[in-house]
């Protein structure tokens, strides 16, 4: 079956809009956990706007299932990791003015920085995915430099309008798994995804993790966050029983 990670940035986006204290990420892990997930991420950014070291320090201490950390590739970051030692780092693109990672990495052009950053991860024990745009060149590049597995970025899958647009960034992300596993890369999928559009990403053959968050806590304010995980983690499971189907 494929696993459900469960970004928790976004409780935090909402402790922060008034200062406080709650509602708290960390408990927000736990309770996710507790429904089922089996990984809880993070995006630790430059400006802290989500989750801050503290936060990063009590999930390092209370998760019991894998800490994902997601990161620029930028010093200060690298050290805070390096430090904590989460099971494992997702490299991604960061802008100060964007309101979410709004592409995949470059691989290519980072060769030799992102060469250095794995050996050092993988130093302390830790798994490095990048997050890159279903490209053969992007996976490749991400399997020279060292990296465990990629994280498919399905932002333009999630947003596509039309029939032939969805069907056209589905085949991109199938035939983007596929050829990562055959370069013995693991393969994730993020960004974008909800209970309307991750039923296909499911039916994937080579995917083995889905980093979700966003779909999630807006479903958590609804109706709590254990029943907004068990329902996503049904719904991944249900669809994960039908890879054999034609899309």
Do not use: W
Request: hydrophobic share 40%; with cysteine; charged share 25%.
């Amino acid at each position: 079956m494929i696993r459900l990670n469960v970004n928790i940035d976004h409780i935090a986006t909402i402790r922060n809009a008034r200062g406080g204290n709650e509602p708290d990420p960390v408990v927000a892990a736990s309770l996710a956990e507790l429904a089922g997930a089996s990984g809880i991420v993070c995006h630790l950014r430059e400006d802290r706007r989500h989750i801050n070291d503290r936060d990063l320090r009590l999930l390092r201490e209370v998760v019991q299932t894998k800490l994902d950390l997601e990161m620029a590739a930028n010093e200060e970051i690298i050290q805070i990791a390096l430090q904590t030692r989460p099971e494992l780092v997702t490299i991604v693109p960061e802008k100060r003015q964007e309101l979410t990672t709004e592409g995949g990495l470059d691989v290519v052009s980072q060769r030799e920085k992102l060469m250095s950053l794995c050996e050092r991860m993988h130093e302390r024990g830790i798994e490095v995915s990048l997050f890159v745009e279903p490209e053969e060149k992007q996976i490749t590049a991400a399997k020279e430099v060292g990296a465990d597995m990629v994280e498919l970025h399905t932002g333009t899958y999630a947003n596509a309008k039309t029939p032939e647009r969805f069907k056209f960034e589905l085949n991109r992300i199938i035939n983007a798994a596929a050829f990562a596993g055959n370069l013995e890369l693991k393969v994730a999928a993020g960004h974008g995804l909800n209970y309307y559009n991750t039923k296909h990403i499911c039916y994937i053959y080579e995917i083995e993790e889905l980093s979700i968050g966003h779909s999630i806590i807006s479903r958590a304010a609804l109706v709590g966050i254990e029943r907004a995980v068990k329902e996503m983690i049904e719904l991944i499971n249900n669809s994960t029983l039908h890879r054999n189907i034609d899309i």
